[in-house]
């Protein structure tokens, strides 16, 4: 287990958003379903989806991926409409990883040790009331363990009427601080979220929130789903959805949702420069885009780009329509290529998914979150469950064959 206290400096294969972490020890299990997707002709990468016995959604990267000791095509470019994933097996699971509402999960991975965090839930009976930040912890990303009850984010900034405290986010900067990310409503108009940010040296908590929100645009809607990104460089990024659909009215068309980079200090806050906008909702994507997460995945051949994959999520999270989307790109700002068809839909893992969305990774990242509607709902006064599932990624490409 890892020291919760600990604040040295990370070993370079385990902070978030720098380097891969290493696959986990049933990335070869029997019971496996794989989704394999091609990006493009040139940057030929591959995604498996490999669900197994007891865990649910498993990626896993490999020799021959678009990862360490493979190649990329320097002068190619994604196409503009990737072929569609072929589809996965039905073998059938057991899962998810955390059986009760787990909602938007993101992880980092101290040591020896990965910590998950999540959407607020409300607590009835004695203590009744609401955790802000869900926390689970798990020693080999299988069993996980909810901390039941306990708030990494007991307290909200200010700018916050301290309510529907959603999409955590948490990353570890280089003085060996936590940063935690996460959307709340507004006091200025509780019609909408922002942005805000707390800090901790214990990756636990509790985290001490900044009277003042980070990122609040009400007069487009507001913002949510913050993602913070360490690239290959050092440099860091916030990536979060521009809350547009939160101005749609049933007389008026559906506004934008965009996906917007910003670059921001050292410090993790301090914003550098204007937003670049990702992506952005399509007649396809239903009313928005959101929950974005990036992953990075290199050659050693140095004279060869980067691949960036940009996760995400489209339609409407209580509803079977909600799915993981990705898009492909060689550069951190974009332009991103989609696919055209979900990596992860209702009806994959032998039927068990149902609006399956809020994937999180780190980059080179061999292990992914993300949730999954639950039915009945849930129990405790939420409009919906959404539990946790995890995963290993898989990405290969150059005309090798998929692994296994």
């Known amino acids: 287990m890892a020291d919760d ?45 490999a669900l197994a016995l007891g865990l649910g959604l498993h990626f896993g990267l490999r020799k021959g991926a678009v990862g360490k000791g493979s190649s990329v095509n ?22 998810p990883a955390v059986d009760s509402n787990f909602a938007d999960p993101a992880y980092i991975r101290i040591n020896d040790t990965f910590w998950a965090f999540a959407t607020n839930k409300f607590v009835k009976g004695p203590s009744m009331g609401q955790v802000n930040i869900q926390v689970a912890k798990s020693a080999d990303f299988e069993s996980w363990e909810l901390l039941d009850g306990q708030d ?27 940063m935690l990310y996460y959307s709340a409503i507004s006091n ?46 050092g440099t860091r990024y916030l990536i979060y959805k521009v809350d547009g659909n939160s101005l749609n ?9 965009p996906i917007l980079l910003q670059q921001v200090a050292a410090d993790g806050v301090t914003l550098i420069g204007e937003p670049t906008q990702l992506l952005d909702r399509t007649d396809a994507d239903g009313p928005l885009v959101e929950a974005p997460a990036m992953a990075r995945y290199t050659s050693n051949d140095t004279s060869k780009p980067p691949v960036y994959v940009l996760f995400y999520s489209s339609n409407v999270f209580t509803t079977p329509a909600y799915d993981v989307s990705y898009a492909t790109s060689s550069s951190v700002k974009g ?24 994937l999180d990774c780190g980059i080179d990242s061999t292990q992914v979150v993300f949730h999954s509607l639950k039915f009945p709902s849930s129990p405790d006064g939420e409009p919906v469950t959404r539990t946790m599932w995890t995963g290993d990624l898989d990405i290969w490409g150059d005309g090798t064959s998929p692994p296994g």
């Open 152 to 178: 990494a984010l007991p307290t909200v900034g200010a700018w916050s009427a301290g309510f529907q405290v959603w999409a955590p986010d948490v990353v570890r900067l280089d003085d060996g601080t936590f």
């Open 5 to 49: 206290n600990d604040t040295s400096p990370l070993p370079p294969d385990v902070e978030k958003g720098v380097n891969s972490l290493k696959p986990s020890a049933t990335a070869n299990s029997p019971g496996r379903r794989r989704l394999v997707i091609w990006v493009s002709s040139g940057i030929a990468v591959a995604v498996i989806l």
């Open 335 to 358: 332009p991103f290529a989609r696919s055209n068809a979900p990596l992860l839909k209702t009806g994959d893992a032998a039927g068990k998914l149902v609006g399956p969305g809020g």
């Open 249 to 257: 009215r049933p007389d008026t068309a559906l506004h934008s949702t």
């Open 188 to 233: 200025a108009d509780t019609s909408k979220h922002c942005i805000g940010y707390a800090t901790a040296t214990n990756v636990t908590g509790p985290y001490t929130p900044s009277d003042t929100a980070l990122v609040c645009p009400l007069d487009q809607g507001g913002a949510i789903d913050p993602e913070g990104y360490k690239d290959a460089d």
């Open 74 to 95: 320097k002068n190619s470019a994604p196409q503009a409409t990737p072929p569609q994933p072929s589809p996965p097996s039905n073998n059938s699971i057991d899962g």
